[in-house]
T-cell receptor, first 114, second 114 residues
Framework: DQQVKQNSPSLSVQEGRISILNCDYT??????FLWYKKYPAEGPTFLIS?????DKNEDGRFTVFLNKSAKHLSLHIVPSQPGDSAVYFC?????????????FGQGTILTVHP | DVKVTQSSRYLVKRTGEKVFLECVQD?????MFWYRQDPGLGLRLIYF???????EKGDIPEGYSVSREKKERFSLILESASTNQTSMYLC?????????????FGPGTRLLVL
């Protein structure tokens, strides 16, 4: 049972345009969401997060939107740069005593063309 | 800056060998995690630990064991390596008290079992 889903395995975008990466979840106990970026042969790097009490969080070129009623979050990258080409994972953290156990999506491969 | 280090970047082992993967974090994090990453499957949690000598099974613990004798060190053990354990292994640590529970990853160990 995939509780966090990234339905697009890949996304291709032109440099300078917006990249929108999507993520859906099913567990209403999740109350904190995170995005990670991963280059080949490296560990994932934490990018940005959002608490369920918010609907938007912004950090430079990266903005995460959360729609709790739809159980959907998205990551917007504006403007996209070739260095953003990587695998992006969304992850969710439930409230309560979970020992910080994250549930990850399958990942979306983003390619930004010069 | 959080630093998570893993003992090896690349390993080649033979079927049936016992394999030790070591992970060390320097941020006094309570929680530590072992994942494997396979194409199309995202990050799957093998085991995690929320305190010294405490461990919990993740989603795919079969064929693995772990050890946490010191807070900063978390070891993953493949008791008898098999070819289906060829994968990228990622260690992570987090603190629910600090940094909102975001997990910080090591660079990964790419294991090939022949």
């Amino acid at each position: 049972d995939q509780q966090v889903k990234q339905n697009s395995p890949s996304l291709s975008v032109q440099e300078g345009r917006i990249s929108i990466l999507n993520c859906d979840y099913t567990n209403s106990m999740f109350d904190y969401f995170l995005w990670y970026k991963k280059y080949p042969a490296e560990g994932p790097t934490f990018l940005i997060s959002i608490s369920s009490i918010k609907d938007k969080n912004e950090d430079g070129r990266f903005t995460v939107f959360l729609n709790k009623s739809a159980k959907h979050l998205s990551l917007h990258i504006v403007p996209s740069q070739p260095g953003d080409s990587a695998v992006y994972f969304c992850a969710a953290l439930p409230g309560g005593t979970s020992y910080g156990k994250l549930t990850f999506g399958q990942g979306t491969i983003l390619t930004v063309h010069p | 800056d959080v630093k998570v280090t893993q003992s090896s970047r690349y390993l080649v082992k033979r079927t049936g060998e016992k394999v030790f993967l070591e992970c060390v974090q320097d941020m006094d994090h309570e929680n530590m995690f072992w994942y494997r990453q396979d194409p199309g499957l995202g990050l799957r949690l093998i085991y995690f630990s929320y305190d010294v000598k405490m461990k919990e099974k993740g989603d795919i613990p079969e064929g693995y064991s772990v050890s946490r004798e010191k807070k900063e060190r978390f070891s993953l053990i493949l008791e008898s390596a098999s070819t289906n354990q060829t994968s990228m292994y990622l260690c992570a640590s987090s603190s629910l008290i600090r940094q909102g529970g975001a997990q910080y990853f090591g660079p990964g160990t790419r294991l090939l079992v022949l």
